[in-house]
DNA sequence: AAAAAATACGAGCATTTACTCGTTTTCATC
DNA sequence: GATGAAAACGAGTAAATGCTCGTATTTTTT
């Protein structure tokens, strides 16, 4: 018995049992857990199979090494952050006026801290691994063109290299104001977010437009 | 010989030689050297001995553990960070016309990142450690006050609150997009630089005016 | 010069942590 | 029910890393 099995034959892709795919659901959900609770780096392999319930083994028969397990989290983050970012910067939301506009965004994502804190640690975690920095880019990378959309409803003769970085960096002053407002108690969160709307709106009004934008469909 | 001389007797305060004090000051060279490197959190202790060339031993010589590193660290820090605000956000660049005032500011933040690179991951690095987060959380106070008096020159009437929180926002408006302006080539670079001047210009000046301000001496 | 204190060394300890291995148990297929 | 693959286990390994210890050398003090 046990036949030199390292864990991976090439040749016979591991067919996957029922059970199987949903011990990889449980890791990544305690995965998601630890590393919400402690950044990726800090979450030890040990740790996320205790949390799953399982053994260091097992972890290690559905993932080759901790990366992998990361890789596994990736369509979660992505998917989830493309999902909320679709529901909330679509062509309806982009002709309010533009204060409004901002007020719902920034709430918007100021509720999804709460909702996907491990999402959150890595959006605004450090670069400790060159892969997370890449993985967290490609996902502000989603995000920056769903606001670049936005911002091309509003005003749609700009460039499309302006119109990139007018998101990038709304992006960024967004993501420099939001650890400070979600550490603080909720009196300063108020008066921080209700800060970072203002400047928003003093840098993008000039560009996009202050008012609400008519939905006319002469083309 | 050798009685049970655990580094660091109480009563007897350790009477540095000139030759200790400058190992410290090695050692301290090379922890900022590999920290700028690395990130202090990477940074291994044997790698700042063998860095500063000396033995492990001898390091912990005068640093009773790796977070003394840092304590040692912090008045480099927090001195040149102090030289270097003070002499740029001064009374008289507080007068000059808005847009120039950013300008220079922003240009010597980004100077200043190339000078000291050690200052700028501890700045802009993750909070690791909890003594780590409150280093730089003392940092970004003194920088902060000078900020405010900046303001306070413009806009005297504005309250304490609102003239700290405008220094706040500002400061993390410009945590937010640094990190991208340095990681990128020199044209985009540019082209980030000047939009978070256009942005801060944009938030701050109808709060604190866009003009110079008169150095009126009647009261 | 002698004693004491400070400095210096570097092999090695203790701990942590990603990951393995040999084995046993459960499941799917015949 | 027999057989082999997949799943599960958990003690154990190798490497990294903060730090110590016994000892040797240099400097200061007496």
Do not use: C
């Amino acid at each position: 018995m046990a036949p030199g099995r390292s864990q991976q034959q090439r040749s016979a892709p591991i067919r996957r049992q029922e059970r199987g795919r949903r011990r990889i659901a449980e890791i990544l959900d305690a995965a998601e857990e630890v590393i919400a609770e402690v950044g990726f780096e800090e979450a030890t392999t040990n740790a996320i199979a205790a949390r799953a319930g399982v053994s260091p083994g097992s972890l290690y028969q559905f993932f080759a090494n901790k990366e992998q397990i990361l890789d596994g989290l990736l369509p979660r983050y992505t998917e989830s952050s493309r999902d909320f970012w679709n529901s909330r910067l679509n062509a309806e939301v982009a002709r309010l006026p533009l204060a409004e506009l901002l007020d719902r965004v920034v709430e918007a994502m100021a509720a999804f801290k709460v909702q996907r804190p491990a999402f959150w640690v890595l959006f605004h975690g450090s670069p400790a691994s060159p892969r997370l920095t890449e993985v967290a880019e490609e996902v502000r990378a989603g995000i920056a063109a769903r606001v670049r959309d936005v911002f091309a409803i509003r005003e749609p003769q700009l460039p499309d290299e302006r119109l990139e970085l007018l998101a990038t960096v709304s992006i960024a002053i967004v993501r420099g104001v939001f650890p400070l407002a979600m550490a603080a108690d909720e009196y300063r969160r108020a008066q921080l977010l209700a800060e970072v709307k203002g400047a928003l709106l003093g840098y993008l009004g000039p560009v996009v437009g202050y008012g609400a934008v008519a939905d006319d469909r002469r083309s």
